[in-house]
């Protein structure tokens, strides 16, 4: 069965401080998706990243940085110089392989950031 | 604006009644899925349509059925609410290259 796991149930930080949620998954499945959501205090799960199983360079968009290692099967999400803005619930899920046209995620427990001024 | 929509935002409803919870996906996606988002049970999986077609199924009550129309749109029928139903309900869709995007909910109150 697949698991994801998110220790850090809760992390606050100060404006421009660099932070690091962690993300460790359980899977038999040699090909499988990565994705971090955020959910902003409005409810929304917005959409940040999807990464392939068998792709592990590092991805980088602005301030937003991850960190994919198949040997520890983690999938780390870095954010540079934190603003007030990135305060939310961030969640890391995992999905079943895309043969039989399927999506399905399995969600971790979300990590909470409070980024204060 | 992901691109999918959910109506309505917010339902409040009494035990024991029913209410049908609505989801159009992204323009040429054809899968369809509903998520639960509640307190003590965190974002689980409930169900997925392929393109009209039940696909999977995760952990949904029978009290709670779907389906998806010919228009690609979907509807989650929710029955003999009661108070542990209270959740926030996610609509997504995807295409066939993995990307999923989620509607902006739909948060349900049984009182």
């Known amino acids: 069965a697949q698991k994801v796991t998110q220790a850090q149930t809760e992390i606050s930080v100060v404006e421009k401080e660099d932070v690091t949620l962690d993300c460790v998954y359980e899977?038999?499945?040699?090909?499988?998706?990565l994705f971090w959501y955020k959910q902003p205090p409005s409810g929304e799960l917005v959409f940040l990243i999807r990464?392939?199983?068998?792709?592990?360079q590092n991805e980088i968009s602005g301030r937003y940085s991850w960190n994919f290692q198949k040997s520890t099967s983690s999938f780390n999400f870095t954010i540079t110089a934190s603003q007030v803005v990135d305060s939310a619930v961030y969640f890391c899920?995992?999905?079943?392989?895309?043969?039989?046209?399927?999506?399905?995620?399995?969600f971790g427990g979300g990590t909470r950031l409070m980024v204060k001024p | 604006d992901s691109g999918v929509t959910q109506t309505p935002k917010h339902l409040i409803t009494a035990t024991g009644q029913r209410v049908t919870l609505r989801c159009s996906p992204r323009?040429?996606?054809?899968?369809v899925y509903w998520y639960q988002q509640s307190l003590d049970q965190g974002l689980q999986f409930l169900i997925q349509y392929y393109n009209g077609e039940e696909r999977a199924k995760g952990n949904i009550l029978e009290r709670f059925s779907a389906q998806q129309f010919p228009d690609l749109h979907s509807e989650l029928n929710l029955s003999s609410l009661e108070l542990g139903d209270s959740a926030l309900y996610f609509c997504a869709s995807s295409s066939l290259q993995g990307d999923a995007f989620f509607g902006q909910g739909t948060r349900l109150t049984v009182v």
């Open positions: 899920a995992l999905s079943e392989p895309i043969y039989n046209a399927g999506n399905m995620l399995t």
């Open positions: 990464r392939n199983s068998f792709d592990e």
């Open positions: 323009s040429g996606d054809l899968s």
């Open positions: 899977t038999r499945d040699t090909t499988y998706y």
